[in-house]
Nanobody
Framework: QLRLVESGGGLVHPGGSLRLSCAAS????????IGWFRQAPGQEREGLSC????????IYADSVKGRFTVSRDNAKNMVYLQMNSLKPEDTAVYFC???????????????????WGEGTLVTVVS
């Protein structure tokens, strides 16, 4: 059974950092494109980053480029999202998701992702 579990969320002050983890089971992360998404209350789900299975390269949304870094540990079957210089507008539930075929991840489009975790809450507050 394919499963994704996020962890690492919490409360942080503006300018602070968090590292989110996405633990995968039932599949290997280097065979799937893995994306990070977030959803704030009353807003649509936003694509943030994608790490591509083929070569481990990464794509970022403009809203997080230069502040967030996605990485993958094949040995641990984990994907991470390092978040630096956090802002109050980064407050949201963060999700990781996986897709094996198609362009949804590289397009940062949530609708085509196949598998989702349940999310972890990040709160950035003064």
């Amino acid at each position: 059974q394919l499963r994704l579990v996020e962890s690492g969320g919490g409360l942080v002050h503006p300018g602070g950092s968090l590292r989110l983890s996405c633990a995968a089971s039932g599949f290997t992360v280097d065979y799937y494109d893995i994306g990070w998404f977030r959803q704030a209350p009353g807003q649509e789900r936003e694509g943030l980053s994608c790490i591509i299975s083929r070569d481990g390269s990464a794509i970022y949304a403009d809203s997080v480029k230069g502040r967030f870094t996605v990485s993958r540990d094949n040995a641990k079957n984990m994907v991470y999202l390092q978040m630096n210089s956090l802002k109050p507008e980064d407050t949201a539930v963060y999700f990781c998701a996986a897709v094996v075929y198609g362009s949804s991840c590289v397009m940062l489009r949530s609708s085509g992702m196949d598998y989702w975790g349940e999310g972890t809450l990040v709160t950035v507050v003064s």
